[in-house]
């Protein structure tokens, strides 16, 4: 009965954020503004994209006049409460931008007061990481203004984008090839969008993108670079992981950081194999890891792979090698590819 209710809890959460998304988008077609926007979330691209839409609607032809930006913590709230007072200058409104200051925890209460009354003819846009709903400033944001949660966006909402991307550019592109994708650059969709800018560059004559263009033009994450590593390692693959390592020292990443990486990696899959037995979904472990739903999705395949006493020797034996390297008893470049040696050899026992 409590699964249920937490899927329905998670549909419904699901369909307020598309809504509420769905809301921005009708207030910049009709042009009738809220007087206050919080914008929050992890999906630092979404948050950017609205600021921005946002900003360029409200204040036409580059208006620097009535327009005023504010960024981390330690703003000066009379300052700010002090220019909301003033009227615009030849214009409809004043609008004032705020991003990560910490309002929304503990350090909003006077500003929180000030916007239940603020001038018809100033408006806000709040753009935050993290919110505390049960702050002053969130309850007083949310009473007077809008409120948008931008989170990460799953795997089907990713494929969709990048399929509205390729064909605004005129082009074709696989279901399987967005996949091939996501799976090299990431999910963070700032990054897909540069990603996605060099795969239209580079298939400019051409009317389809394939998995090829992609591996020509497209940069490898060095997460996802070491998802393989370890990847290749489970599989007992041994000549590919060592070949993936010596790519990315190739690439000039410090043997102790591939290790630091390789480390959380287990560490990550071992949290992963621990919430699989207790019979949490994709959603739910990725919440509870950190984990971008996509990313939880490959993270839960791969620990199939290792039992929970193999995953925990790896994590000690890390570091004992990083021990073996301070003392000088091993290079660094060797201690690694030792530790790889090992347990991608079939003969690895846990």
Same mark, same amino acid.
């Given at each position: 009965?409590?699964? @249920?209710?937490?899927? $329905?809890?998670? #549909?419904?959460?699901?369909?307020?954020?598309?809504?509420? /998304?769905?809301?921005?988008? &009708?207030?910049? +077609?009709?042009g *009738?503004?809220?007087?206050?926007?919080?914008?929050?979330?992890?999906?630092?691209?979404?948050?950017?994209?609205?600021?921005?839409?946002? =900003?360029?609607?409200?204040?036409?032809?580059?208006?620097?006049?009535?327009?005023?930006?504010?960024?981390?913590?330690?703003?000066?709230?009379?300052?700010?409460?002090?220019?909301?007072?003033?009227?615009? $200058?030849f214009?409809?409104?004043?609008?004032?931008?705020?991003?990560?200051?910490?309002?929304f +925890?503990?350090?909003g209460?006077? %500003?929180?007061?000030y916007i239940?009354?603020?001038?018809?003819?100033?408006?806000?846009?709040?753009v935050?990481?993290?919110v505390?709903?049960r702050?002053? /400033?969130?309850?007083?944001v949310?009473?007077?203004?809008?409120?948008?949660?931008?989170?990460? *966006?799953?795997?089907? =909402?990713?494929?969709?984008?990048?399929?509205?991307?390729?064909?605004?550019?005129?082009?074709q592109?696989?279901?399987?090839?967005?996949?091939?994708?996501?799976?090299?650059?990431?999910?963070?969709?700032g990054?897909? !969008?540069?990603?996605?800018?060099? %795969?239209?560059?580079?298939?400019?004559?051409?009317?389809? @993108?394939?998995p &090829?263009?992609?591996?020509?033009?497209?940069? =490898? !994450? @060095?997460?996802?670079?070491?998802?393989?590593?370890?990847?290749?390692?489970?599989?007992?693959?041994?000549?590919?992981?060592?070949?993936?390592?010596?790519?990315?020292?190739?690439?000039?990443?410090?043997?102790?950081?591939?290790?630091f990486?390789?480390?959380? !990696?287990?560490?990550?899959?071992? #949290?992963?194999?621990?919430?699989?037995k207790?019979?949490?979904?994709?959603?739910?472990?990725?919440?509870?890891?950190?984990?971008?739903?996509?990313?939880?999705?490959?993270?839960?395949?791969?620990?199939?792979?290792?039992?929970s006493? &193999?995953?925990r020797?790896? /994590?000690?034996?890390?570091a004992? @090698?990083?021990?073996s390297?301070?003392?000088?008893?091993?290079?660094?470049?060797?201690?690694?590819?030792?530790?790889?040696?090992k347990?991608?050899?079939? *003969?690895? &026992?846990?």
């Amino acid at each position: 009965m409590l699964n @249920i209710k937490k899927s $329905f809890a998670k #549909q419904n959460a699901f369909l307020y954020n598309r809504t509420t /998304m769905k809301s921005l988008n &009708e207030d910049l +077609k009709t042009g *009738q503004f809220r007087q206050i926007y919080l914008l929050y979330g992890e999906e630092n691209y979404l948050k950017k994209q609205y600021k921005d839409r946002f =900003t360029k609607a409200m204040l036409p032809d580059e208006d620097t006049m009535n327009y005023a930006y504010f960024e981390g913590k330690g703003i000066d709230i009379k300052a700010v409460i002090d220019l909301a007072e003033t009227l615009p $200058f030849f214009a409809d409104r004043r609008l004032l931008v705020f991003e990560n200051t910490g309002f929304f +925890k503990s350090a909003g209460a006077d %500003l929180a007061d000030y916007i239940k009354d603020v001038p018809e003819t100033t408006y806000f846009i709040f753009v935050e990481n993290e919110v505390d709903k049960r702050s002053k /400033m969130y309850k007083a944001v949310k009473a007077k203004g809008h409120v948008v949660e931008l989170p990460f *966006q799953d795997e089907s =909402t990713l494929k969709k984008w990048v399929l509205g991307q390729v064909r605004r550019e005129n082009k074709q592109i696989s279901e399987s090839t967005v996949l091939y994708l996501l799976n090299k650059v990431g999910t963070d969709m700032g990054n897909l !969008q540069k990603e996605l800018e060099k %795969l239209f560059c580079y298939t400019l004559d051409k009317a389809g @993108i394939t998995p &090829e263009d992609v591996d020509a033009v497209c940069v =490898t !994450q @060095i997460s996802n670079h070491i998802f393989d590593m370890v990847n290749a390692v489970a599989d007992k693959q041994q000549e590919r992981a060592l070949y993936l390592y010596y790519e990315l020292l190739a690439l000039k990443e410090p043997p102790m950081r591939i290790l630091f990486l390789m480390t959380r !990696q287990y560490r990550i899959l071992y #949290q992963v194999k621990a919430l699989l037995k207790k019979n949490y979904g994709r959603k739910e472990i990725a919440a509870k890891v950190g984990l971008h739903p996509f990313a939880a999705g490959k993270y839960i395949e791969q620990a199939r792979y290792f039992r929970s006493e &193999e995953l925990r020797s790896i /994590m000690e034996e890390s570091a004992g @090698i990083e021990e073996s390297v301070k003392t000088g008893r091993l290079t660094d470049i060797l201690a690694v590819e030792l530790f790889i040696v090992k347990y991608s050899s079939k *003969q690895t &026992e846990a």
